[in-house]
Structures are given as C-alpha cells and as structure tokens.
C-alpha cells in the first residue's frame, strides 16, 4: 500500500480551503492536484475544485444529489459537466460507524470506506450522554484521530488508509493499493477525501 494524495485544510473564519497534492512513495507532497476555496454555508450543496490557487482552470466539481442533504448522493464532474464518479453517505451504517460508498454507473458499490477504529466512534457518539463525566469524555475524544479504511466488498480487504497525520491542523494522507488505485478516478478519490473532512465536521 503506497501514498497516493496528501489533503491539507487551511481553517478561515469564513471559508473551506483544501489542498490536494499527489505523494511520493515517502509519503511527501508532490505536485498540486487541486485547490478548493468556497464559503462554509454553500460547501456542503457543491464544491469547485481547480488546478491551482489562482483559480483559472476548473479541475472537476464535486456536488450533491440535493441541496442540503449531506446523506445523500454527490456527484464528481468534469469541467464540461461529464460524470466522473458517485459517493454517498450510508446513513444506516453511520448511526454507529460513519460510512461511505464508491458506486458504479448502477449504482452497486465498488469501494466502501468506514470509520477504522470501532470502539473510538461509538465513544464518540453516546460519551455525551453519560451524566457529568460526559462533557469532559467529549473534549477527551476530541483530541483522537481518527481513520478510514477503504474496503473492497467483494473480498473485504483492506485496499487503502485514509489518515490524519497531525493531531491540531487538518492533513491527511491516502494510502491505497496498485489495484484500488488504478481502478478508480483520481478525482473521485480526491473529492470523497475532502468529503471525508468537510462533511464529517472534522
């Protein structure tokens, strides 16, 4: 399993940044893949994703089934509006685990991505809940990193990481397999690993 994009978030008062950058075997920053630079309140509904900080070349754009509604679809488009890939949120799964799919043209899923460590999202969710020790678990929990792993569901192997690597500034770091790699679009991974941060209210 190699490196293959390194996310960096930089945090504004007003706006999402996202930085997509192609990594070496090392795991090091290669090559600028995409920029995103959107006001919070529409990031959710579509996300424009271009080739460099300037903004003068759209790359793809990464938009939602309907506006609104984080549980739904999100469609990957060329600049010419031609689909690139399809991801959703799997609201079932994601009650305990949060959970994400990579579908095909009919929708049947080609990669699911969860939520690695169990027992840290279960805390997560319900810590609240426990009278008095429940804020403080909160704030505890909310010092963790937490993963994702990439899951062909045919074989349920693992095919790909999806990391933190700092505990205080938004990076992440994609590590896949040759296989799982070359299967999927780039930018479709690309634009689920910004959706794994920015719709996950991390």
Do not use: C
């Not at 460590?117 to 969710?125: E, K, Q, S, V």
């Not at 929990?141 to 095919?159: E, G, L, M, W």
Request: charged residues 25%; glycine residues 4%; without cysteine.
């Amino acid at each position: 399993m190699k490196p293959r994009l390194i996310v960096e978030q930089k945090i504004t008062a007003f706006a999402n940044r996202y930085r997509v950058y192609a990594a070496d075997d090392a795991g090091n920053k290669g090559n600028m893949l995409a920029f995103a630079h959107q006001k919070r309140l529409a990031f959710k509904e579509k996300v424009e994703f271009y080739t460099n900080e300037e903004k003068n070349q759209l790359a793809f754009t990464m938009r939602a089934e309907k506006v609104m509604d984080i549980h739904g679809k999100f469609f990957v488009e060329d600049p010419d509006g031609t689909l690139i890939g399809v991801f959703r949120k799997e609201f079932k799964e994601s009650l305990l685990v949060s959970t994400w799919s990579i579908l095909d043209d009919t929708d049947n899923v080609k990669l699911q991505v969860a939520e690695s460590n169990i027992g840290l999202a279960i805390l997560r969710r319900f810590a609240g809940w426990i009278p008095i020790v429940g804020e403080f678990i909160d704030i505890l929990v909310a010092f963790f990193r937490y993963h994702f792993n990439f899951i062909d569901p045919s074989s349920k192997a693992i095919v790909g990481k999806y990391q933190k690597t700092t505990l205080f500034f938004d990076r992440y770091r994609l590590s896949m397999t040759d296989d799982a790699y070359a299967a999927h679009d780039q930018r479709t991974l690309a634009a689920i690993a910004v959706a794994l941060d920015a719709l996950q209210g991390r």
